[in-house]
């Protein structure tokens, strides 16, 4: 097994597939009364966000609190951080008080990689700017092989924000590694140039949403990132909506069985309608759900499982 997860690129189709059947063992934990193992019993988990976050970080602490770990949640806000201390010394800090994993989401792309560098433990990345969420991946792949029962040959569509998004880019390595079809589809200035090639060769690209949905298994849905857009992408919001988001007649194209996904937060009516979301396809709680399974997953690998 790896020592750290700080990109989708870190798993191989062996790796990456017993992480999920490990996920899948962790979620029968859900059904007991006492919803507790002892795994990391005596090992630290710290929870470094420099970015808001609710459902990462929840999970992430729910995850390691299900294993036994003693947890310490670390928020820049009201830390040292506010101070201008640097990621290192903070990194040199939590070395110190010997923790044993270090889940980061920092809005630098890259700053896993830096972290990994600098302590003894194992590192997770919770998301790193604009670049990967490698967990979020793998949740995504459990909901789809739980919902369809294969991600081999599978055809998946992730739509929207592409540029701006890390889940993309960790779903697009981590599903074309486990034999899925991923294509990209949105509006040219979201999708960046040679984007498919660069992660990899088999992904397509669409600019025509409409044309793509009667031959997907898979629609994912993507938040439209305005907090981290300086310049003007799409002509306005209802716009984006009629030519890329998701209502009742477009998903009626879709084939029977298909599913639709959305890592969160939604912005409702805009890349997603509510009738949509909230629909018997939606897999969105779901997700949810299956982000505790999967995380549980990781940190039994990393810190206490035998691979």
């Known amino acids: 097994m790896i020592k750290h997860l700080r990109s989708a690129a870190d798993l191989d189709a062996a790796t990456a597939t017993l992480i999920l059947d490990t996920a899948g063992e962790m ?9 507790k193992l002892p795994t990391l019993r005596g090992r630290t988990v710290v929870n470094l966000f420099y970015e808001d976050s609710t459902r990462t970080r929840i999970s992430f602490e729910a995850a390691a609190k299900r294993l036994s770990a003693d947890v310490i949640n670390f928020s820049a806000k009201g830390s040292s951080v506010s101070k ?9 800090t939590l070395q110190a008080m010997g923790a044993d994993a270090v889940v980061i989401r920092h809005p630098a792309s890259g700053a896993p990689h830096r972290l990994a560098a600098w302590v ?5 990345n919770a998301g790193d700017g604009t670049h990967e969420h490698p967990t979020q991946a793998l949740l995504d792949a459990y909901t789809m092989r739980s919902r369809l029962g294969r991600l081999d040959g599978l055809r998946v569509a992730i739509v929207g924000d592409v540029l701006h998004s890390r889940v ?9 590694t486990l034999g899925a079809e991923v294509t990209l589809v949105g509006p040219p200035t979201l999708i960046p140039v ?3 090639a660069a992660l990899s060769p088999a992904t397509k690209v669409s600019y025509d949403l409409d044309s793509v949905l009667p031959d ?4 994912m849905m993507l938040r439209v990132q305005t907090e981290r857009m300086q310049d003007s992408y799409f002509p306005s919001a209802r716009e984006y909506s009629r030519r890329y988001g ?3 007649a477009r998903m009626r ?4 069985h298909a599913i639709v996904m959305h890592p969160g937060p939604m912005n409702r009516g805009m890349e997603i309608t509510p009738e949509v979301a909230d629909s018997s396809r939606s897999t969105i709680v779901e997700q949810v759900a299956n982000g505790v399974s999967a995380r549980m997953a990781v940190l039994y690998l990393l810190l206490g499982g035998k691979a």
Request: glycine share 6%.
């Open 27 to 35: 979620a029968a934990l859900a059904g007991r009364e006492v919803k």
């Open 84 to 92: 201008g201390e640097s990621l290192k010394d903070t990194a040199l």
């Open 120 to 124: 003894d433990g194992s590192v997770v």
């Open 168 to 176: 993309a880019r960790s779903n697009v390595l981590l599903l074309t």
């Open 194 to 196: 040679d984007i498919a």
């Open 216 to 219: 997907m298994d898979v629609v």
């Open 246 to 248: 998701l209502d009742l």
């Open 253 to 256: 194209k879709l084939p029977e």
